[in-house]
């Protein structure tokens, strides 16, 4: 034996008996004698792997190797240290080499498969560790790994079953429960990977990462008081972790903690300065605070900083979108589909783009889109619901929010949706229903109790309408929108000073809501405060001027222009815009359905649509045109539709029509079908633009020959009504040429009038706080239609003359003190106005006779209140002013045979006044007149009104049955009747 047999016998003597330190330096020693020697380059390696000390140890492998490349212990161990080392590339080579020589080395292929799984590479890890369990090898970890590695692949049943497969061998294995639960995440069954989470944690409650799994959970499920809790306690356990602090970010953002997201933002920026992740969520952060511009910025930092993902550009333009930079947003979510043409989101945004820009069916394709490549993106859905509904697919788009509400039945957007889809064919009942489910799940949602404020006010639930906006409104206190639909309601209420201040919030908020402002002066004229009210006109005609130039849409509706002094082409574009918005509620119906029209029978059947079949100004004076009507050559059909519970004079009406229809729970489509069904031959509107109507009907065409008369009286801008009936005072020749449809001219006043009873109980001044001797004006119209103008002439007459006294009907009580303020102000006592209350109308008819002259504003004239004092005996002087609506004093006039009372400027009338005043015997001379020839002149002639409306209804079906487009004309005038 020579000397170093004999020093390496020792060694493995010392090694053997664990004197390491011994041993070390004896086989140092061989190997300084015999630097090849197998034995000691191993036994060395192995007791410096032992003490760390591992390059040396990795050294000595590789000459052991050396002298014999296929010795399986060498590779192995070597292997492991390299693995130990980072050397992963190296240690897999080894292990390769290993299981060339041996495959049945299943250790060597889990470790090996381990190794391909830290680095991503799953694909190969899942294969190495099937084969090591083919080849025998099964205990608990290998089939949790396995299952990981599934789960990474996105092959979650097989990860599934592998993870239960590992649990059932293993039920205390942390790594099982925990993988368990992210498949079953991915699965979206949430709540079975809470479960498995939690128990990961009760095994391993020091083990961070199934809290942050959890906290990950919680937040899908939307229970994010839980998900935060879950995640604070994974960054105990791991502070500082830039995963679970980005999820804490996430949560506390959803919670609108947005102060404590910037502040974890900022601890983790000062640890990771350069991350390009971090300003993605601070930009996140931002844009829910409404910082816009600065998230902007910080998409694009977190871009420049190498997060060059689908995610972040499209995020980006999200912000872009939200600011309507639209041409920047576009570019953005192309950039997003460039990197990744798979990715759903980025079609969402630009279907969001497209829907913005007007573009409908684009915004529909890009959703769809969407959806196709995320079968189970419910928001996409619901977005192409939305536009769908804009392109009147009621049908269609009520199946695809139900479809998005199958996938997530949390989803607020499409609850609320689908109530405005129900909302928009008259379904109220539906909507409220569906606003009702979507509030279960989001007790606090604005929108949805918004809108389900809405279908209540619509429906006439007005307190419980109060209620929810004002529940609204404690929801979201800086939404504009709430403040704008609660001022609506409270202004119809007659709640003035309340609507006021709604709207004033709204625009503080909004500053250009300009749909606001026409609602703000007519709140104000309602009030007599004209402080505000000149400067809130011209913003609106400011509003209008501009709209009409950068073509958008008028935000002033037909309605509130009326009274406005603005150009007629404005009225009628504003008309056009909103008949063609009404059309398209129901485009798809419009479409499809493509009515029959039943040949006209032995009497012409007119049907007349109106929501005032009821105690209203237009019901009391039509109901004794109905009357009048020939029901021996024409048969009447009243169609009514009710926001509030009919009446005493609904009854009246439902005896005097051959046929009477509420069509008030009826869809537009199902209320068209009825229309279609009954044979009317002609369908006359009555409404227009006000209160309750609902021309979705007319626009689904259920009558061969549509009209509008009486209630609205001006253009309605729509392809679907093509005559107006009229007279040539209401609308003359110069605003003709701004209508859309074909004119009717009726030879007298359009305006249908009643001979209502006057009460021949005595009355005197005194009854009425009215001075004995006084000179008594009356303006008995609302208050909102007395303007500054008109109220000057009457304080400068009253100035003049001393008896003077005017008497004005009851207001809310600001409403008359500002009055009282405005007088005063015009060096008139205030006591000089005296408020009359209401009283009966047959007792106000003979109140009416207590003054000495009616007085018509300048913008607005009255209707019903102009023909009550005519037939009561009252002289009322008109001016035609400006507007469309201060040329019914004119027509009513006219067709009374009084042409003295009518002026054509604010000098004239003035003059007027004060002429008459003077004149009293002239004035007493025209009461006279009036009182005799009242049962004489054409405007209480009703049999005769209905003579011309009928001779009228002939023409037009005449030129329908010719197959002629239709045209104006005049109807001759009959004999007095």
């Not at 679970?244 to 996430?250: E, H, Y």
Request: aromatic share 8%.
């Amino acid at each position: 034996m020579n000397n170093a047999d004999e020093i390496l016998e020792n060694a493995v003597a010392a090694h053997r008996a664990g004197d390491a330190v011994t041993a070390v330096s004896l086989y140092r020693q061989v190997l300084a004698i015999s630097p090849d020697n197998g034995d000691a380059l191993r036994n060395l390696a192995t007791l410096l792997a032992t003490s760390g000390e591992l390059e040396e140890a990795a050294d000595l492998y590789h000459s052991a190797l050396l002298l014999d490349p296929h010795d399986l212990a060498v590779l192995t161990n070597m292997g492991h240290i390299l693995r130990a080392l980072g050397k992963t590339d190296e240690a897999c080579s080894l292990y390769n080499r290993v299981l060339e020589i041996a495959p049945d080395q299943s250790e060597i292929r889990i470790a090996l498969a381990d190794i391909h799984l830290l680095e991503g590479k799953a694909e190969i890890a899942a294969e190495h560790y099937k084969e090591a369990i083919e080849r025998g090898t099964s205990h608990s970890r290998i089939h949790a790994n396995l299952a990981a590695a599934l789960h990474s692949l996105d092959r979650l049943t097989e990860a599934l079953e592998q993870s239960e497969i590992a649990v059932r061998l293993d039920v205390e294995n942390a790594d099982a429960l925990n993988i368990m639960g992210r498949v079953k995440s991915g699965q979206n069954k949430f709540e079975e990977a809470v479960s498995a989470f939690q128990g990961a944690i009760h095994l391993r409650p020091d083990w961070y990462p199934p809290r942050l799994d959890l906290g990950i959970t919680w937040q899908k499920l939307g229970k994010l008081p839980e998900a935060l809790e879950a995640l604070e306690q994974a960054w105990m356990l791991n502070p500082n972790d830039l995963e679970t602090g980005k999820a804490m970010v996430s949560v506390m953002i959803a919670l609108g903690q947005t102060e404590e997201a910037e502040d974890l933002l900022n601890t983790l920026d000062k640890i990771f300065p350069e991350n390009s992740e971090l300003p993605f969520h601070r930009a996140i952060n931002d844009r829910s605070m409404g910082k816009l511009e600065e998230s902007v910025d910080l998409f694009r930092l977190a871009i420049e900083r190498g997060l060059d993902a689908p995610e972040a550009h499209n995020n980006l333009a999200v912000s872009l979108f939200d600011l309507r930079r639209l041409d920047e947003t576009f570019a953005a979510a192309n950039k997003a589909i460039a990197l990744d043409p798979d990715f759903p989101s980025a079609y969402n945004t630009l279907g969001n783009w497209a829907s913005e820009v007007g573009e409908l069916a684009k915004a529909k394709n890009y959703y769809l889109k969407a959806n196709e490549l995320e079968p189970d993106f419910a928001a996409a859905i619901s977005n192409a619901a939305y536009v769908t509904r804009l392109q009147g697919s009621l049908d269609e788009s009520i199946q695809l929010y139900k479809t998005a509400l199958d996938i997530d039945p949390q989803l607020a957007e499409a609850w609320s949706g689908l109530g405005l889809t129900y909302q928009q064919n008259n379904r109220f009942t539906e909507a409220l229903a569906a606003f009702d489910e979507g509030l279960k799940g989001h007790p606090d949602n604005w929108e949805l109790l918004n809108n389900k404020a809405i279908s209540y006010q619509a429906t006439g639930h007005i307190d419980e309408a109060l209620a929810t906006y004002k529940s609204a409104l404690d929801s979201k206190p800086d939404n504009p929108e709430i403040y704008y639909n609660l001022g609506n309601l409270l202004l119809t209420l007659k709640r003035i000073d309340e609507a006021i201040e709604m709207f004033n919030a709204a625009l503080r908020l909004r500053p250009d809501y300009n749909a606001v402002f026409s609602y703000l002066a007519h709140a104000l004229m309602q009030q007599c405060n004209w402080v505000n009210l000149e400067a809130a006109i011209e913003r609106i005609e400011q509003n209008i001027a501009e709209e009409v130039k950068s073509g958008k849409t008028i935000s002033t509706s037909p309605f509130s222009m009326l009274s406005l002094p603005v150009p007629a082409q404005y009225r009628l574009l504003s008309s056009r815009q909103l008949a063609a918005q009404t059309a398209m509620e129901l485009e798809h119906q419009r479409k499809s359905i493509k009515f029959q029209y039943k040949p006209k029978g032995e009497k012409l059947k007119i049907g007349y649509v109106s929501p005032d079949f009821r105690r209203h100004s237009l019901g009391l004076t039509f109901l004794d045109l109905l009357m009048a009507h020939d029901n021996d050559s024409f048969e009447f059909y009243g169609y009514a539709m009710f926001s509030n519970d009919p009446d005493e004079v609904t009854n009246q009406f439902g005896k005097v029509f051959d046929h009477f229809r509420d069509l008030t729970p009826c869809s537009h489509e199902d209320s068209a079908r009825v229309i279609n069904e009954d044979g009317i031959n002609i369908l006359v509107d009555l409404a227009g633009y006000t209160k309750g109507s609902r021309l979705q009907i007319f626009s689904l065409l259920p009558a061969p020959v549509q009209v509008h008369y009486l209630g609205y009286g001006h253009t309605l801008g729509a392809d679907f009504i093509p005559w107006l009936i009229t007279d040539h005072d209401v609308i003359p020749e110069d605003i003709a040429a701004h209508c859309s449809e074909k004119l009717i001219y009726l030879p007298d006043s359009f305006l249908a009038t009643s001979r209502h009873e006057i009460s021949q109980v005595k009355q005197s001044r005194a009854d009425f706080g009215l001075p004995e001797n006084a000179f008594v004006l009356a303006n008995f119209n609302g208050l909102y239609k007395i303007d500054p103008k008109a109220f000057a002439v009457w304080m400068r007459f009253m100035r003049k003359t001393p008896d003077a006294i005017l008497w004005l009907s009851a207001g809310t009580v600001g409403g008359e003190n500002n009055l009282r303020k405005e007088a005063e102000a015009r060096g008139v006592q205030p006591d000089r106005i005296i408020f009359a209350k209401n009283i009966p109308h047959t007792s106000h008819l003979a109140r009416l006779q207590l003054a000495d002259i009616a007085l018509d504003a300048y913008y607005h004239s009255g209707g019903v209140t102009t023909t009550d004092a005519i037939w009561a005996g009252l002289p009322i002087l008109t001016v035609a002013g400006p507007t469309p609506s201060a040329q019914t004093g004119v027509s009513v006039l006219k067709a009374a045979r009084l042409p003295e009372l009518i002026t054509y400027s604010l000098d004239e009338y003035e003059k007027q006044l004060h002429h008459l005043a003077g004149n009293r015997e002239e004035l007493a001379k025209i009461r006279s007149r009036m009182t005799s020839t009242r049962d004489e002149v054409p405007l209480f002639d009703s049999q005769r009104l209905a003579r011309h409306l009928e001779l009228g209804y002939n023409m037009m079906w005449e030129q329908y049955e010719a197959g002629l487009e239709p045209k104006g004309f005049d109807i001759p005038a009959i004999s007095q009747v």
